[in-house]
């Protein structure tokens, strides 16, 4: 990277706005304090640009809301079911769909459904709560990512490693593999992409050994549309008809249509399997609601129709992908090292690297996540040794591979002038780095501690 990146224009016009509370410096220095420097813990009201997550943030086009309007709230087979669910079919190329309220739920009900204690579910990377939810039902979760030398500009990092998978199951035996999920684009490794060469050779490999292939799909669009940019032979394709193919070569999907939807709930399972689905929809209508709107209404159901639709819009799709490169060159030009390539919906920066002067036990990444907001009240989420490192009270301390701080970027909600704003303000962040502090945890709970631990500044 390195080369300057223009602002990518925004194929929308703004209809309506949502006032962000605007606050002080030492409003900002009060509510960190506050909030025990855990980010988490901070009230929307006191982030000005919050970039937390891109789960659930995305802004909604008119036609969905007027979509909300036209939803059918009808218990069973309500207009608005029907039009998810070809919408879904068409795009998923599956015929059996079953609404979820999000996707941990979807990734609940299949491994309820398939998978028994002892067995294995590989997967390119599995986020994590794909990964909890194999673990709850008993299952190990194994992840077999593609190792790329950074240097290779290889663009497709998402990848599964499709001879370690072989290798695996050759080793485990089929019968002890359930499922093989392949999750695109890759949240854990960047939100980078997967290919369709990939793909394909996945699915022969599933096959070969009569293991099925699920996708995990919240970002479907945007590792479709990496596809087309950057995989030889896909350039004049329909990103649509990209997704299409991709999802031909599955047994069957889940997806967080908190993401791709760009609704603010909802997700789905859809299968091949017709067994299948009439098993998972037992336990479906048990934990979520009957088959035709599995915990949601009927207005999510018409907004996620159009969304997914809306979504697969390439001047859209190049907007969103641009606008995340954008941020990771103005944040680069600011002096913060970042991983590259830029993938679909986050920029990730190197606190590590930055900040080394701080040892990963003093969570580096938590450091400079508190700095910027002091900066310039943007929330982002240290994604290091706080989040994945081990250790605290007694046990001993084991850090995470990376100390990252992500910047996840809602879809279609700030404009280039906030990423701009925020790159200002990194840039004095930058300035007095050496200054910034370590921090230490004062009290964590036993599981998940980034969300509630207290925090406090070393020196
Ligand atoms: C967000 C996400 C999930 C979980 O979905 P929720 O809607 O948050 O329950 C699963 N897999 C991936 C890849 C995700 O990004």
Request: charged share 25%.
């Amino acid at each position: 990277m390195g080369e300057k990146i223009k602002a990518p224009v925004e194929p929308f016009r703004i209809k309506s706005v949502e006032p962000i509370p605007t606050l002080d410096a030492a409003t900002r220095e009060a509510k960190i304090r506050e909030a025990q420097f855990n980010l988490f813990k901070l009230d929307a009201e006191s982030v000005f640009i919050d970039l937390l997550t891109d789960s659930g943030t995305n802004a909604m086009s008119a036609h969905q809301w007027a979509g909300i309007m036209e939803g059918d709230e009808s218990y069973a087979g309500a207009r608005s079911f029907r039009r998810f669910e070809n919408t879904v079919q068409e795009i998923f190329r599956m015929p059996y769909i079953l609404p979820a309220h999000q996707g941990r739920v979807a990734e609940n009900i299949l491994f309820s459904t398939i998978l028994k204690p002892g067995q294995f579910v590989p997967n390119n990377t599995h986020f994590d709560t794909t990964r909890a939810n194999t673990l709850h039902k008993g299952g190990i979760p194994i992840d077999l990512p593609v190792a790329v030398d950074g240097s290779s500009g290889e663009y497709f990092r998402g990848n599964m490693d499709v001879l370690a998978l072989e290798k695996f199951i050759e080793d485990k035996g089929a019968e002890n593999i359930p499922v093989i999920i392949l999750t695109v684009t890759n949240n854990s490794v960047g939100g980078l992409p997967v290919s369709m060469e990939n793909v394909r050779q996945t699915s022969e490999v599933c096959h070969r050994f009569g293991i099925p292939m699920f996708f995990d799909c919240a970002r479907f669009a945007e590792n479709s549309y990496f596809i087309k940019k950057h995989e030889p032979g896909y350039e004049s394709r329909s990103v649509k008809e990209i997704a299409q193919e991709m999802f031909e070569y599955g047994d069957g999907a889940m997806m967080s249509a908190k993401k791709d939807g760009l609704a603010n709930i909802g997700g789905f399972i859809a299968t091949k399997d017709l067994e299948l689905a009439r098993r998972m929809r037992e336990l479906l209508i048990l934990v979520e609601g009957y088959a035709t709107y599995g915990g949601l209404a009927g207005r999510d159901l018409e907004a996620l129709a159009i969304g997914f639709e809306e979504v697969l819009a390439e001047d859209y799709l190049e907007y969103r992908t641009s606008q995340v490169a954008y941020l990771g060159s103005l944040l680069e030009g600011a002096g913060l090292p970042i991983v590259t390539p830029t993938g679909g919906h986050a920029v990730f920066v190197d606190a590590g690297e930055f900040l080394p002067h701080i040892p990963a036990e003093q969570f580096p990444g938590q450091s400079l996540a508190v700095a910027l907001y002091r900066e310039c009240g943007v929330r982002t989420v240290e994604i290091g040794s706080l989040m994945f490192g081990e250790g605290g009270d007694d046990a001993e301390f084991v850090p995470a591979p990376r100390e990252l701080v992500r910047l996840a970027m809602p879809r279609r909600v700030y404009t280039n002038t906030h990423y701009e704003f925020i790159a200002e303000h990194a840039a004095n962040v930058a300035k007095k780095k050496s200054s910034l502090k370590g921090m230490k945890i004062l009290s964590q709970p036993k599981l998940l501690r980034h969300f509630i631990c207290d925090l406090a500044e070393i020196g």
